[in-house]
């Protein structure tokens, strides 16, 4: 199976920055893509950020310009650094790896968590 541990949430006030990682571990064949997802009381879980392993990336439009997804393929770990945060940002983050175990394995999501996040006013 494969392991997915995020760290790095807080408490941080409106303008400041935060850095969030994210690290998979454990039986891992390969993995496609890696990322970062958002969930607010009461509201579903939306995209932040993703990054394939070529480097392409993604963002939602309320954080570009503002945050930065980087991954090391090497060791299986992703970062985002949130910068200029506002109390919107406000949330659970969750790390997605998207990946396989095996050469014969479904490519699969495994999910991390979750890190609060907080921005106060």
């Known amino acids: 199976q494969v392991q997915v541990v995020e760290s790095g949430g807080g408490l941080v006030q409106a303008g400041g920055s935060l850095r969030l990682s994210c690290v998979a571990s454990?039986?891992?064949?390969?993995?496609?893509?890696m990322g970062w997802y958002r969930q607010a009381p009461g509201k579903q879980r939306d995209l932040v950020a993703a990054?394939?392993?070529?480097?392409?990336?993604n963002y939602a439009d309320s954080v570009k310009g503002r945050f930065t997804l980087s991954r090391d393929n090497a060791k299986n770990t992703v970062s985002l650094q949130m910068n200029s945060l506002k109390p919107e940002d406000t949330a659970v983050y969750y790390c997605?790896?998207?990946?396989?175990?095996?050469?014969?394995?479904?490519?699969?999501?495994?999910w991390g968590q979750g890190t609060q996040v907080t921005v106060s006013s």
């Open positions: 454990g039986t891992i064949f390969s993995i496609n893509a």
């Open positions: 997605k790896a998207y990946g396989r175990t095996s050469g014969s394995a479904p490519v699969l999501n495994y």
């Open positions: 990054i394939t392993s070529g480097g392409s990336t």
